[in-house]
């Protein structure tokens, strides 16, 4: 099975599109994960850049999280996934829906993804995220029993969160999530908050051990199936996942750097 390391996008939006592009080639990721823009003309010129440069694509969609209303949250996934698709990624990772929306209507959204994902020929896979359908174990599973072909991005951050935990104790939850999981947000929480300062600090090793072993599993699922490819985004994020210090906001620590250490440990974990 290939082993893919994709760039994330999100906290480099300052930079031009060749800086960043060449910025992700000179670190040795192997694609992108960005959000594309909705203008065509935009929205190919970023993709023909990355193709160009010999990289591949996976496109988020993030951006309903700034609709709280339904019928608004409905129309903005359904351009927002057409538009996606359209740039022919290798998959789409979609932020869909609400922890508050009712069953029925996230139910709604997700019927939406798999009949725009089917006209397509293009997987969405949805990620696990706070406040989102999925944003708590207890929220997602229903759906995983109601929709056993439902695929997932595994940022696992997030239920450490949400959680409070590390999940030791919900070793039931991780069994029937992990085998939905295509894609990883290869980001470190802590049962504090979705980001460690510095996955490579002492006090961060057994959050860092415990997100290694859902990875481990994960891929060793993948590959016990016969998927020709996983793919894994470092996604440390800017401030503020990033801590700052008080009053002067001086980051504690640099996200591109992370997620530049994250890629190598990767890469020599699963090589």
């Not at 990883?184 to 051990?209: K, M, S, T, W």
């Given at each position: 099975m290939?082993?893919?390391?994709?760039?994330?996008?999100?906290?480099?939006?300052e930079?031009?599109?060749?800086v960043?592009i060449?910025?992700?080639?000179?670190?040795?990721?192997d694609?992108?994960?960005?959000?594309?823009?909705?203008?065509?003309?935009?929205?190919?010129?970023?993709?023909?850049?990355?193709?160009?440069?010999?990289?591949?694509?996976?496109?988020?969609?993030?951006?309903?999280?700034?609709?709280?209303?339904?019928?608004?949250?409905?129309?903005?996934?359904?351009?927002?996934?057409h538009?996606?698709?359209a740039?022919?990624?290798?998959?789409?990772?979609?932020?869909?829906?609400k922890d508050?929306?009712?069953?029925?209507?996230?139910?709604?959204?997700?019927?939406?993804?798999?009949?725009?994902?089917?006209?397509?020929?293009?997987?969405?896979?949805h990620?696990?995220?706070?406040?989102?359908?999925?944003?708590?174990?207890?929220?997602?599973?229903?759906?995983?029993?109601?929709?056993?072909?439902?695929?997932?991005?595994?940022?696992?951050?997030?239920?450490c969160?949400?959680?409070?935990?590390?999940l030791?104790?919900?070793?039931?939850?991780?069994?029937?999530?992990?085998?939905?999981?295509?894609?990883?947000?290869a980001?470190?929480?802590?049962?504090?908050?979705?980001?460690?300062?510095?996955?490579?600090?002492?006090?961060?090793?057994?959050?860092?051990?415990?997100?290694?072993?859902?990875?481990?599993?994960?891929?060793?699922?993948?590959?016990?199936?016969?998927?020709?490819?996983?793919?894994?985004?470092?996604?440390?994020?800017?401030?503020?996942?990033t801590?700052?210090?008080?009053?002067?906001?001086?980051?504690?620590?640099?996200?591109?750097?992370?997620?530049?250490?994250?890629?190598?440990?990767?890469?020599?974990?699963?090589?």
């Amino acid at each position: 099975m290939k082993i893919e390391i994709f760039a994330a996008h999100w906290g480099n939006n300052e930079l031009a599109p060749d800086v960043f592009i060449e910025r992700v080639k000179q670190a040795g990721f192997d694609g992108i994960e960005m959000s594309l823009p909705l203008d065509v003309a935009a929205r190919e010129e970023w993709t023909t850049r990355i193709a160009e440069a010999g990289l591949g694509l996976i496109v988020a969609q993030w951006e309903t999280v700034f609709h709280s209303d339904f019928a608004a949250h409905r129309a903005a996934l359904e351009q927002l996934l057409h538009n996606a698709c359209a740039a022919r990624p290798l998959h789409v990772n979609s932020h869909t829906g609400k922890d508050y929306y009712t069953r029925e209507q996230n139910l709604q959204l997700l019927q939406l993804a798999a009949d725009i994902s089917r006209q397509h020929g293009i997987p969405i896979v949805h990620e696990i995220h706070r406040s989102r359908f999925s944003g708590h174990p207890m929220l997602l599973l229903p759906y995983l029993q109601q929709l056993p072909e439902l695929q997932l991005t595994a940022d696992l951050s997030h239920w450490c969160c949400s959680c409070e935990s590390l999940l030791e104790d919900q070793p039931h939850t991780l069994a029937a999530t992990l085998p939905q999981v295509r894609h990883i947000h290869a980001r470190v929480g802590h049962a504090q908050g979705p980001q460690v300062a510095d996955f490579r600090a002492p006090e961060a090793q057994a959050a860092l051990a415990a997100h290694l072993g859902w990875w481990d599993e994960i891929i060793r699922l993948r590959r016990a199936a016969g998927a020709s490819r996983m793919t894994l985004t470092p996604e440390f994020g800017p401030v503020p996942y990033t801590q700052t210090l008080p009053y002067t906001q001086k980051e504690v620590s640099n996200a591109w750097e992370l997620n530049v250490a994250m890629l190598e440990l990767l890469r020599q974990r699963y090589a």
